[in-house]
């Protein structure tokens, strides 16, 4: 049987919703024509969301179950779903009944309509503390001035993408709250739409205001890695080559001091030189080996993405 939706669900500590957000999802889904599939992804739950799971696939054919023996984060679980599922179209859901599925034949609509590749969930009007929409306003604002792409809700839970777009995307770490700019980076063509977002009714939420701080290495990461992960020469080569020509041009003060007669042996500032002469030289250097070690990668790997491959 072919299967043309996928809706794939990470899970984590989630048993009280599960029930209602499963009732509410197959509600939806048993009013389309679809060849259809749900897959759940336990993302090492400890509680009994396991068991509930496992109820939903004795009644129904359609679901589908994998769980980690311990938690891996959202972006393993992931990319677990998108390797298992099968759909011609891939949806993304969270299992907090926050997300409605009554936004997805809209999402699907702009995406054929616009000829676009990933449509992602927009909570315009979210139904959080107030701290959790300041810090997510303050962090899509500054990826949207990082990468030049207008995003305003890139950790929406849900998400629709074509398959093969799915399938490409590489998560770890954080990165699962970066997949449009990911996607936009590897050429292709996202959107966003307006969805529905409910009040959280059962759980707490897994976010806290530790994640503010803990965002911040994710977003140096996925920085360099999206602008300087073919050219990683560029990157050290900028701030190597700052510290080197500022080691240069107090050594060559000194010089001048020296060769003035004056003594230089015993300033602070010919140690410092030193030190930023040595690093910037070190800098570049580690840039060049980055360099011909992505050059020899791409020698030997076929990683990118294709549009279109000819089959003769």
Known sequence: MKVTHSIVVPVFNEEESLEAFYNSVLSFLDNKKWEYEIVFVDDGSRDRSLEVLKGFEKKNKKVRIFSFQRNLGKPSALMQGFAEARGEYIVTMDADLQDDPDDIPGMIEMLESHDLDMVSGWRKNRKDNMLKVISSRIFNNLMSILFGIRVHDLNCGLKLYKSEVAKSVNLYGGMHRFIPIIAHEMG?????????????????????????????????????????????????????????????????????????????????????????????????????????????????????PLKYESTE
């Open 188 to 304: 292709y063509r996202t959107g966003e739409y307006v969805v529905t977002h409910h009040p959280r009714k059962y759980g707490v939420s897994k976010y806290s205001s530790k994640k503010i701080l803990s965002d911040l290495p994710d977003i140096f990461t996925i920085y360099f890695v999206m602008k300087y992960n073919n050219r990683p020469l560029h990157f050290f080569g900028k701030f190597g080559g700052a510290i080197f020509l500022i080691g240069f041009l107090i050594l060559f003060y000194l010089t001048i001091l020296w060769l003035m007669g004056e003594p230089i042996g015993n300033r602070p500032l010919l140690l410092f030189g030193v030190l930023l002469f040595i690093t910037g030289i070190q800098t570049i250097s580690t840039g060049l080996i980055a360099d011909l070690l992505v050059n020899q990668d791409q020698k030997n790997s076929k990683s990118f």
